[in-house]
């Protein structure tokens, strides 16, 4: 370690609070209004050199990251779905009105729903 960490270092008290060997390194927020960063309260024994806590370990942080957006991607696939059955329901209630209305079907029309059909 090159040079000590500091914590809450602010306008107020520029020197801050210095590492405590015995707790995690990661900076972290607490929930009051106007928080300054302090360092966190848990145990060391995690990550890389043993300098986080369990919470806050790079890898298990990325891995916890990763496992959120994928249930985020899963479920913006799901609404993806809804979104080209509602263009598919489109597509027919205009196929429908224009049948009705001049008793044929365009060309325009037609590749239309092809490229529908090709985009599944």
Known sequence: MDKPRIYGSWAGN???HKEDPSKCIESVLGN???AIAHQCDRKRGH????LYCK???PEVAKA???AIQKKYNDKWAEKQKTWDLEKLRKVICDLAKEVVKTG????EFIASVKELQQSE
């Open 14 to 16: 520029p020197q801050g």
């Open 47 to 50: 990550g890389a050199d043993g």
């Open 64 to 66: 916890r990251r990763a």
């Open 32 to 34: 009051e209004r106007g």
């Open 104 to 107: 044929m079907i365009s060309e």
């Open 55 to 57: 919470q806050h370990d």
